[in-house]
């Protein structure tokens, strides 16, 4: 059979299982987002957990997020079952992801700051252990069901639609369970973090019964070994430029997720978080789709980076202009923001598709490991860019005032929390949008490339068809 009869079509995908696809990111998302918003604020502001005891959590979080991700990326990869290498870790994870979610939150009341500090470390490891097995798989996923840039970036709009409405349930359904003004009762707070965790874990295995994956990937290709893998990786010029910009997004989210409570609370004196969550999601969700057609006009990198800039222009004028126009500066990076929402897994599937030409073997896994082993610490450098910048500019925390809420903060904290939430994120949003400059992905060379991944998988097909698959 001569060479170019094996070309075929990407894989195409119906409205159906997009949607399917998407309810795995309602369920991540909203414990996630509930995650990254409450525990701040929670462990600092609520139960009085020093900085300096944050910061060593944080520190130690970062030590294993080094550890897991790139050793969960190469076992996915190389498991070789007949019901696939990715979707049995997310279906039989997502119990644990909902049970060590809900420890988090069951820390001893006054038991002093060493207890706080052992609960903090340990629940928050153990729930990034089963976040990171879920979110990998699903992540990993992508680039295996088609091998096209748009139908890609169609999974990813269903995965950020749900996902945003994850995420901002994530912030509405604590803010409307916290304790607020007198009020000290956590109970309302521990039975909504139970109820998020029971249902996120059964969307998430909802899709895991919807997905399925493709054989050729398990019964053709053969494991690489571990040396040869982490060559392949750390040579990859298109992955690191990649990992670089996403470190950016990573910290930009981690900082603006983290503070969005206290610029709520303690700047705007608003009460209600509802109004900066409307300022920010509107113009996201409104961007979610029309990523399509400015992908569709400039391709995906530079359509990464128009809108990494508009972001990051939004962002960085917050601390600037008056308080009547924080939440259009909010509204201009919402719309920003749909850019790393919905592209930069779109990103790395191409750097799959180059990696799989160079090795002959599809692993998304690695990839997504070693990039979460390289910019998760950028979660962990906000959470103590949080705690030590409160700390710094003399923030009055709850605890130290008797459990009720201090609103006549100083100036220095008030600006300290407006550059958590814009001058800092926005700094990192332009960096990343230059560091997108070297990526070489893009034009003929990106032509070329998935001419060549289309061949690769039409002879893959045809193995597994002679094997009698």
Not at 16 to 42: D, H, M, N, R
Not at 170 to 198: C, E, H, Q
Not at 432 to 458: D, F
Request: include cysteine; aromatic fraction near 10%.
């Amino acid at each position: 059979m001569a060479t170019n009869s094996l070309i075929q079509s990407p894989v195409k995908l119906t409205l159906s299982y997009k949607i399917v696809w998407g309810i795995a990111a309602l369920g991540t998302t909203t414990i996630s987002g509930t995650f990254g918003a409450l525990q701040p604020i929670f462990y600092q502001d609520y139960l009085g957990l020093e900085a300096r005891w944050i910061g060593i959590a944080a520190a130690i979080y970062a030590i294993w997020n080094a550890l897991n991700d790139p050793l969960f990326g190469y076992i996915t990869d190389n498991t070789r079952s007949k019901h696939g290498r990715r979707i049995p870790y997310m279906r039989f994870t997502a119990p644990f992801l909902a049970l060590t979610f809900v420890l988090v939150w069951l820390a001893p009341i006054h038991a002093g700051q060493q207890a706080l500090f052992w609960w903090m470390l340990i629940t928050m490891l153990l729930y990034d252990t089963a976040y990171t097995i879920i979110g990998l798989v699903y992540s990993a996923l992508l680039p295996e069901v088609t091998e096209s840039d748009a139908e890609r970036n169609g999974l990813q709009i269903s995965s950020s639609l749900f996902g945003l409405l994850g995420m901002l349930l994530g912030f509405l359904i604590p803010d409307l369970v916290r304790p607020k003004a007198n009020d000290t009762s956590l109970w309302p707070l521990y039975t909504a973090m139970i109820v998020i965790a029971i249902v996120g874990a059964l969307l998430i295995i909802a899709t895991t019964l919807k997905v399925r994956e493709r054989p050729e990937f398990t019964q053709v290709d053969s494991p690489i070994p571990l040396k040869q893998a982490i060559q392949l990786t750390f040579s990859s010029k298109s992955f690191l430029i990649l990992v670089a910009a996403n470190f950016m997004s990573i910290l930009m989210q981690a900082l603006l997720l983290g503070s969005i409570f206290y610029l709520a609370d303690y700047v705007l004196k608003i009460g209600n978080v509802m109004i900066v969550l409307a300022a920010l999601f509107i113009p996201l969700l409104i961007g979610v789709p029309i990523t399509t057609l400015i992908r569709g006009h400039f391709g995906v990198v530079q359509a990464q980076q128009i809108l990494l800039v508009i972001a990051g222009l939004g962002l960085i004028a917050i601390p600037f202009v008056p308080h009547a126009l924080v939440l259009p500066c909010i509204a201009l990076a919402g719309f920003g923001l749909s850019g790393p929402q919905t592209l930069s897994n779109v990103l790395f599937a191409q750097v799959a598709d180059e990696d799989e030409v160079r090795s002959g073997v599809r692993r998304e896994g690695a990839f997504f490991g070693v990039n979460a082993l390289l910019t998760k610490p950028a979660q962990s450098i906000a959470l103590v860019l949080i705690a030590q910048i409160l700390a710094t500019t003399n923030f009055v925390t709850r605890e130290s005032n008797q459990g009720v809420i201090f609103l006549n903060q100083p100036d220095n904290a008030l600006f300290g929390i407006k550059a958590l939430v814009g001058l800092i994120p926005g700094i990192a949003m332009l960096l990343g949008a230059l560091i997108l400059s070297w990526y070489p992905l893009k034009g003929a060379y990106l032509a070329a490339t998935k001419a060549k991944v289309l061949e690769m998988h039409a002879q893959k097909q045809a193995r597994l068809e002679a094997q009698g698959q």
